[in-house]
Each structure stands twice: as C-alpha cells, then as structure tokens.
C-alpha cells in the first residue's frame, strides 16, 4: 500500500544523502528551546507507537512473559551489568507456540575492553534474567535457552552515549 504522504516519483535513493545533510545542518545550528520541545514530541511519538509482541512461556504453566517486557528486562540489566559495553540489539527466538529458544545480544565495547571478559559478564547476566523472569528447570525454563552474546563495534567513548558510526576515522599519523 502507497503512502498518500510520499510522491510517486519520489528518489528513494537520494534519502540517505538528505539525512545526512540535514544531520549535518542540525548539529551546526545553536541550541534552542524548539529543539527541545520537537525532541520530546518525537519521543513521545516513538513511545506511542505500537511494538510487536509475542507471549513466552515460562516454567510455570500457568503464567508467561511478554516479550517486550523480557527485552527490557534484560537490556536493563546489561546496562547495569557488563561494564564498558552497551547493548545496542536484543533478538528473541520464540517458536513452538511462544517457547524461548534463544536469546541474541549484540554489544558495542568500548575501546580496550576485554571482549571474552564482556562477553562472559553479558552471559551472566542473561542467564540470571532468564532464571529470574522464566524459571529454572525442565523447558521452557531458563536451562533450556541458549545465549549467544556478539561485539559488534567498538567506540572511544562511553558505549551507552556515543554512536560508533559518528566518530571520526582513526587514521595513521
């Protein structure tokens, strides 16, 4: 179905370009109070949007979890549990009429981090969410999930403020 917003003859392709100009252009312009303003109707918006959901099962029959909620749960609980590294995307793998198979965690390090040590710290973490939230014991409980956890990039900053893509490349001097 068209968009009644969008012309026909629209260049798809030349968006990329026009967000990186007016990124550009944004972050050349002054602070003001309109900034500010647009900002929290924006994310307003964004928080009123609908998100797709899915119920898992947990090892109680009588009770699940929804899958929005375990997201959040566990991004929550990374944040404050893997130091020096931010969750930039958490994946469920829900099948079987709403059982956990899988949970997959993609991390940005900070530069110099140990990535075995961060990644084993998120796996701690996971499995403590998962135990907490699921139950432990026969499927679908916590045991029966695998985790996989992937460092994805790499900032010099602080992982949970800086976005990888907006930093300079580090050249050889």
């Given at each position: 179905?068209?968009?009644?917003?969008?012309?026909?003859?629209?260049?798809?392709?030349?968006?990329?370009?026009?967000?990186?100009?007016?990124?550009?252009?944004?972050?050349?312009?002054?602070?003001?109070?309109?900034?500010?303003?647009?900002?929290?109707?924006?994310?307003?918006?964004?928080?009123?949007?609908?998100?797709?959901?899915?119920?898992?099962?947990?090892?109680?029959?009588?009770?699940?979890?929804?899958?929005?909620?375990?997201?959040?749960?566990?991004?929550?609980?990374?944040?404050?549990?893997?130091?020096?590294?931010?969750?930039?995307?958490?994946?469920?793998?829900?099948?079987?009429?709403?059982?956990?198979?899988?949970v997959h965690v993609e991390l940005v390090a900070?530069?110099?981090?140990?990535?075995?040590?961060?990644?084993?710290?998120?796996?701690?973490?996971?499995?403590?969410?998962?135990?907490?939230?699921?139950?432990?014991?026969?499927?679908?409980?916590?045991?029966?999930?695998?985790?996989?956890?992937?460092?994805?990039?790499?900032?010099?900053?602080?992982?949970?403020?800086?976005?990888?893509?907006?930093?300079?490349?580090?050249?050889?001097?």
């Open positions: 179905m068209a968009n009644p917003d969008v012309p026909d003859d629209l260049d798809r392709s030349s968006g990329e370009r026009a967000l990186d100009v007016a990124t550009d252009q944004l972050r050349h312009q002054p602070e003001s109070p309109h900034v500010a303003q647009a900002a929290g109707r924006v994310l307003a918006r964004a928080l009123a949007a609908p998100r797709r959901a899915t119920t898992v099962e947990t090892a109680d029959p009588l009770l699940q979890v929804s899958s929005v909620a375990l997201v959040a749960l566990l991004r929550s609980a990374l944040a404050a549990g893997v130091a020096d590294a931010a969750v930039r995307r958490i994946r469920l793998d829900v099948r079987d009429r709403g059982r956990l198979h899988a900070r530069y110099g981090t140990s990535v075995p040590e961060s990644t084993e710290a998120a796996h701690v973490v996971i499995r403590h969410v998962l135990a907490e939230t699921l139950g432990t014991g026969p499927a679908p409980g916590a045991d029966e999930v695998s985790r996989h956890v992937h460092v994805s990039d790499v900032t010099r900053g602080d992982p949970h403020l800086a976005e990888p893509l907006d930093e300079d490349e580090v050249g050889d001097a």
